[in-house]
């Protein structure tokens, strides 16, 4: 069965670079139509796609945030690593990584969900 | 950027049907999946593609999409319904979401 697990630091100050990694299994990003998401909920409001990358190496980025962020796969180790640099206290909340599969673009959806990591931006 | 549109809340009786509704520009020419996150748990896909109900999602889930508006609806809502609702689509080269609507059912 499909699993992914979140970790990474609970804690960052402000201006600090945050890196997430996420583990998963029962799957390979080296599939056809295969991504990894990174979903991000702060405390009481809406899911925020981040970042997402495929099997075929293509990325794609939140609008606002791209030039924070960061996303990288290692399929060998089964592992998607996020970077987000500069956090801000805005920047609180669960981070979620998620399995997506696709046929095209269009159809792109989240299918499996890790239990998400809490991440506090403060000094 | 591409937005989606959502109400914040809705609420229904036990029983009666509930439709949430998520606009955006020509969304009936993309798909929209919809997520289900009840407080504390991660989302749950319930719908994706317009109307493919994901795998272990009672029958009472269904949605539809067409023109500017999708919608998600619940035949005969039920208590164990009650949750935050969110609408994604294909938007501005990634994955967008709504603005969740929570889902009251009393």
């Known amino acids: 069965q499909i699993t992914l697990k979140e970790s990474g630091p609970t804690l960052v100050k402000p201006t600090q670079t945050l890196t997430l990694t996420c583990s998963f299994s029962?799957?390979?990003?080296?599939?056809?139509?295969?991504?990894v998401g990174w979903i991000r909920q702060p405390p009481g409001k809406a899911l925020e796609c981040l970042a997402l990358i495929y099997w075929n190496d293509h990325e794609h980025y939140s609008p606002a945030l791209r030039n924070r962020l960061a996303i990288t796969k290692d399929t060998s180790k089964n592992q998607v690593v996020l970077t987000m640099t500069n956090v801000a206290p805005v920047d609180t909340g669960t981070y979620y990584c998620?399995?997506?599969?696709?046929?095209?673009?269009?159809?792109?959806?989240?299918?499996?969900w890790g239990q998400g990591s809490l991440v506090t931006v403060s000094s | 950027s591409y937005e989606l549109t959502q109400p914040p809340s809705l609420s229904v009786s036990p029983g009666q049907p509930a439709s949430i509704t998520c606009s955006g520009d020509k969304l009936g020419e993309k798909y929209t999946s919809w997520y289900q996150q009840k407080p504390g748990q991660s989302p749950v896909l319930v719908i994706s593609q317009d109307n493919k109900r994901a795998s272990g999602i009672p029958e009472r889930f269904s949605g539809s999409n067409s023109g500017n508006t999708a919608t998600l609806t619940i035949t005969g809502a039920q208590a164990m319904d009650e949750a935050d609702y969110y609408c994604q689509a294909w938007g501005s080269n990634t994955v967008v979401f709504g603005g969740g609507t929570t889902l009251t059912v009393l």
């Open positions: 998620a399995h997506n599969l696709r046929t095209t673009l269009e159809t792109s959806h989240f299918d499996y």
């Open positions: 029962g799957f390979s990003l080296t599939t056809s139509g295969v991504g």
